[in-house]
T-cell receptor, first 112, second 115 residues
Framework: AQSVTQLDSHVSVSEGTPVLLRCNYS??????LFWYVQHPNKGLQLLLK??????LVKGINGFEAEFKKSETSFHLTKPSAHMSDAAEYFC??????????FGTGTSLTVIP | DGGITQSPKYLFRKEGQNVTLSCEQN?????MYWYRQDPGQGLRLIYY???????QKGDIAEGYSVSREKKESFPLTVTSAQKNPTAFYLC??????????????FGPGTRLTVL
């Protein structure tokens, strides 16, 4: 069975400091993993995805994530937070049929 | 521009009424999905369609119905049988069903409020 756990429901950082959003997954297969961002009352936008080509995945807007099979983790990071990064972030695992399983989300607040 | 459109953006319904949410895509994608989002929860799958003229129930299909008569359209009807329909509804699509690393593309959502 596939599932995702986002370890923090809320994260607050100061502008210009690093961002870390944590995600652990459970999958019966070698997983497909994604991070999406959602701004208030908007749809979801893909930040990055893991496709097994490389364990360190670079995405849009300076975000990246590292796939660690031994830890079953796919944490999202950014070296320096910007005010525009304030949003809800979802970690997603996909099964062999391409059905998506969403985490409950992490709300990121950026303090000026 | 290619993408997914959902209408209306906001929808108000009286108890006991059926309402239909529109979802259209011009990405030429085979697969389409409907999700429900509630505060503090992830997205939950209502229905999905692998290809035109086919659809399957997701995890929370009770009180909802769909059709997929055209490749580009996947409307969702929220019936009076849905006990708690107030939520944010998101439509998504992906190029094909079952392709392992396919991302899903999301529409802007419809916020449904039952009065």
């Amino acid at each position: 069975a596939q599932s995702v756990t986002q370890l923090d429901s809320h994260v607050s950082v100061s502008e210009g400091t690093p961002v870390l959003l944590r995600c652990n997954y459970s999958s019966s297969y070698s997983p497909s993993l994604f991070w999406y961002v959602q701004h208030p009352n908007k749809g979801l936008q893909l930040l990055l995805k893991y496709t097994s080509a490389a364990t360190l995945v670079k995405g849009i807007n300076g975000f990246e994530a590292e796939f660690k099979k031994s830890e079953t983790s796919f944490h999202l990071t950014k070296p320096s937070a910007h005010m525009s990064d304030a949003a809800e972030y979802f970690c997603v695992v996909s099964d062999i049929g391409n059905q998506f399983y969403f985490g409950t989300g992490t709300s990121l607040t950026v303090i000026p | 521009d290619g993408g997914i459109t959902q209408s209306p953006k906001y929808l108000f319904r009286k108890e006991g009424q059926n309402v239909t949410l529109s979802c259209e895509q011009n990405l030429n994608h085979d697969a389409m999905y409907w999700y429900r989002q509630d505060p503090g929860q992830g997205l939950r799958l209502i229905y999905y369609s692998q290809i035109v003229n086919d659809f399957q129930k997701g995890d929370i299909a009770e009180g909802y119905s769909v059709s997929r008569e055209k490749k580009e359209s996947f409307p969702l009807t929220v019936t009076s049988a849905q006990k708690n329909p107030t939520a944010f509804y998101l439509c998504a699509s992906s190029p094909t069903w079952g392709a392992r690393y396919n991302e899903q593309f999301f529409g802007p959502g419809t916020r449904l409020t039952v009065l």
